[in-house]
């Protein structure tokens, strides 16, 4: 059967724009601390191809804070009320089922936690009970100590196995396969040959038979292979790095660049499509 997540199908793959609510994020912090603001930059990405828009108010880059609930609470709630209003396809990029169960009333439509429903115990049952689609991101530990944790004898196996097991455990609670998007969490609890192992290895993801979700947007082993530009220097990287992993199957890639993304799939569709 025809892999659909969210009630999206991938004749086509899609685009999830980045929205940070947040001051410190490693690429967009601060651009959007107005709630009119950020739900512009959503109604701008949605013009220009966004199929989702994942709103987030806490950063994991390597090294992040935690955010106390109710700052991230008033970051995230007011964006994604106005942008669900208005038709749009939201995530809530979070990793507490607080968060989680607020974002689905304010319209959300899309769970997206980056520690795969393991950060807090109530939030596969609130997932399951809820009936919603969820991202389940493969990392370690938390993102303060995330990078002391990348020892890994196959990391592509280790992945899998993971990501296979928090499946399983969304099928147990009731979840259909229609509601599960994996991704193996480039950057998180990852070294630079690992990143670069999983994105190889992406047909192996995309195998398990879900929606199979790729994160490499102006991410740091871009950096690495680009003579270290920062992160608003990565686009040529991050354009490369997101067909290279289309090409092996992967059908969503959250990106901060969605009119250059959309530019890039349109040209390689239509070479694959001849
Ligand atoms: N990457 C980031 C955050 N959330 N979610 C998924 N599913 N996959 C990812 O690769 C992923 C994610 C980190 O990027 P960003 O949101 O740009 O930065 P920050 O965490 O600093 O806010």
Redesign the pocket.
């Known amino acids: 059967m025809a892999v659909t997540f969210a009630g999206l199908t991938f004749e086509r793959p899609r685009i999830?724009g980045?929205l940070?609510v947040?001051p410190?994020?490693?690429?967009?912090?601060g651009r959007h601390d107005d709630p009119a603001v950020a739900v512009e930059a959503g109604e701008r990405m949605v013009a220009e191809g966004a199929d989702i828009l994942?709103v987030?108010g806490?950063?994991?880059?390597p090294g992040?804070e935690p955010v106390p609930l109710e700052v991230e609470l008033a970051r995230v709630l007011p964006v994604i009320q106005r942008l669900a209003a208005r038709g749009h396809c939201v995530s809530v990029?979070t990793r507490h089922s607080a968060v989680m169960v607020r974002a689905l009333d304010a319209g959300a439509a899309i769970v997206?936690?980056?520690s795969a429903l393991t950060g807090e115990p109530s939030s596969l049952p609130l997932v399951a009970r809820r009936g919603a689609p969820v991202?389940l991101?493969h990392m370690r530990g938390e993102?303060q100590t995330m990078q002391q944790q990348t020892h890994y004898e196959d990391v592509v196996a280790e992945v899998l196995a993971y990501l296979g097991q928090r499946l399983a455990a969304c099928r147990a609670a009731g979840l259909g396969d229609d509601r599960l998007?994996i991704?193996p969490?480039?950057?998180?609890a990852k070294t630079q040959a690992h990143n670069l192992a999983l994105l190889a290895a992406t047909e192996r993801f995309a195998a398990l038979g879900v929606a199979l979700?790729?994160?490499?947007?102006?991410?740091a082993f871009i950096g690495r292979l680009s003579r270290d530009e920062p992160p608003e220097g990565r686009l040529p990287g991050s354009l490369a790095a997101g067909l290279a992993a289309v090409r092996r199957g992967a059908h969503i890639l959250?990106v901060?660049d969605v009119a250059e993304t959309a530019q890039a799939l349109r040209v390689w569709q239509a070479i694959e499509a001849t």
């Open positions: 999830m980045i940070n947040t410190d994020s490693f690429s967009d912090g994942d987030g806490e950063s994991t880059r992040a990029d997206n936690d980056v991202v991101m993102p998007c991704d969490g480039i950057g998180f979700l790729i994160g490499v947007s102006r991410k959250r901060h």
